[in-house]
């Protein structure tokens, strides 16, 4: 099919998520190769938001490739009642490498089916209904997963099933009193919690549902002691700490799963993107023994036909023993230090970039109009001149690709980006702040 009618046909044809259709000029890729990809004109773009924060090994990786090829030459797909190696070696893989407390792992498709079926788990395993969760967070797109979600995306969802209460993130950058310290922070946000908690009534609540560290809503970093409080309330009036590790697990940050850098063990995970690169879709939720061990005589209280989809287990295990072979996770620490100092660096030179938000390759650089006041570049929920798209647009220029929610821009490159790739993206965005600076200027 020549490229003008894959474009053309995908416009015509297909419904593309959570936008307006109207104007939009989707790029038609061809190839993929390590953290760079190219258009059906033959230019070649830097994967600087590993897609949708999924693609952590990068495109065409032949060990993956193979893995897949592979459980295809014996079969696809048998349903989740028979066994099927791959599957089974993926949870035993994830659980081997997990605190002691974890059990077993339940598979679903991707992040919004993991989040669900983890609600459903929760639920049935406590007894209880309410779920406490942030506003700030983005947890998947159907009715459960919406309701979890506290962004504007839940509107869409709405109105929700009776149960889900929403709390505010510590959120600094934009916190409404101006703490001392982190750990004041951290106090503050951990008292009104508890009061939230007490008022809510905790008999009533089976979790607390948190993405470690918020994600899509601007990679927003727990203050010191944070998530330490927040296991702690659990354990004081018997709730679950549930983390959604969707975005941020498989060594996005440096370690497996990011509740790992803060001293916690939560009580369920729910993965997906980086368990596969997206190789073939696959989520799950892994759950401690006593609520496994729960299930030995309760049915389990959700299925899915591709519960652990054999392809998708084999592109999880190879995945897996990528990031072992190629020690991923002490690179993405290593690598993790010069970005964040490259951007440090950058934030110092350009009066538009308020906060820089980074850990292991993930970070976000906030746009704000007043570096005093924080006043965002573009105000929350609207951005009429369409400012960010245009900062966005700009460094698809200079052929630096990635995404912008808010006033942010992710920078989130492919786990395995060397050094040299990285260094060679920093003055394409060193322009664009420049333009943003204008912007911000008036
Ligand atoms: C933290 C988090 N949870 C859940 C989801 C939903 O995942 P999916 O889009 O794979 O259904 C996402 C997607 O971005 C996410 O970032």
Redesign the pocket.
């Known amino acids: 099919m020549a490229t003008s009618d894959i474009k053309a046909e995908q416009l015509e044809y297909v419904l593309q998520p959570w936008v307006k259709q109207a104007g939009l000029d989707p790029l038609v890729v061809t190839k993929g190769e390590g953290v760079y990809f190219w258009d059906d004109k033959g230019e070649k773009y830097t994967d600087m938001s590993s897609l949708?924060?999924?693609n952590n090994i990068g495109f065409n990786n032949q060990e993956v490739n193979q893995a897949i090829a592979d459980q295809l030459s014996k079969f696809a797909f048998v349903s989740p009642v028979y066994a099927a190696e791959s599957r089974s070696k993926l949870a035993k893989a994830i659980i081997d490498k997990l605190p002691d407390e974890f059990g077993k792992v339940f598979f679903a498709n991707?992040?919004?089916?993991?989040?669900e079926s983890a609600l459903k788990i929760a639920r049935a395993y406590t007894g209880k209904q309410k779920v406490l969760s942030r506003y700030r967070?983005?947890?998947?797109?159907t009715q459960g997963?919406g309701g979890l979600t506290g962004e504007p995306r839940k509107h869409f969802s709405e109105p929700l099933s009776p149960g889900f209460v929403k709390f505010f993130d510590p959120y600094l950058y934009h916190a409404p009193l101006k703490f001392s310290s982190e750990e004041e922070a951290t106090n503050y946000y951990l008292k009104t919690l508890r009061d939230q908690i007490i008022y809510e009534g905790p008999e009533d609540i089976a979790a607390i549902w948190l993405?470690t560290i918020t994600?899509?809503n601007g990679v927003i970093i727990p203050p010191k002691g944070y998530l330490k409080g927040v296991r702690e309330l659990c354990d004081e009036f018997n709730i679950l700490m549930v983390c959604?590790?969707?975005?941020?697990g498989f060594y996005r940050t440096g370690k497996l799963f990011a509740f790992q850098n803060f001293d916690v063990v939560p009580d369920i995970i729910?993965f997906?993107?980086g368990v596969t690169s997206g190789y073939v879709?696959l989520?799950g939720v892994v759950v401690q023994s006593k609520i496994a061990d729960y299930y030995n005589d309760n049915p389990m209280p959700t299925g899915l036909t591709y519960s652990g989809h054999p392809l998708a287990c084999a592109a999880g295990v190879a995945s897996m023993k990528f990031y072992d072979d190629h020690k991923i996770g002490e690179h993405v620490q290593e690598v993790g230090k010069e970005l964040k100092a490259a951007l440090e660096d950058l934030k110092a030179k350009h009066p538009s970039v308020g906060d820089i938000r980074s850990i292991g390759l993930f970070a976000a650089v906030e746009f704000t109009r007043n570096p005093e006041t924080h006043e965002p570049l573009v105000p929350y929920g609207r951005d009429p001149e369409g400012i960010m798209p245009k900062l966005v647009a700009e460094l698809k220029k200079r052929h630096f690709m990635t995404y912008s929610h808010e006033s942010v821009i992710f920078v989130a490159p492919p786990l395995i980006i060397t050094s040299e790739e990285l260094a060679a993206e920093f003055p394409k965005l060193d322009e664009v702040m420049s333009i943003a600076d204008e912007i911000a200027a008036g």
Not at 137 to 141: I, P, R
């Open positions: 949708l924060i999924n991707a992040g919004t089916e993991a989040n967070s983005y947890h998947g797109a997963s993405e994600g899509s959604d590790e969707v975005m941020v729910t997906a993107k879709p989520g």
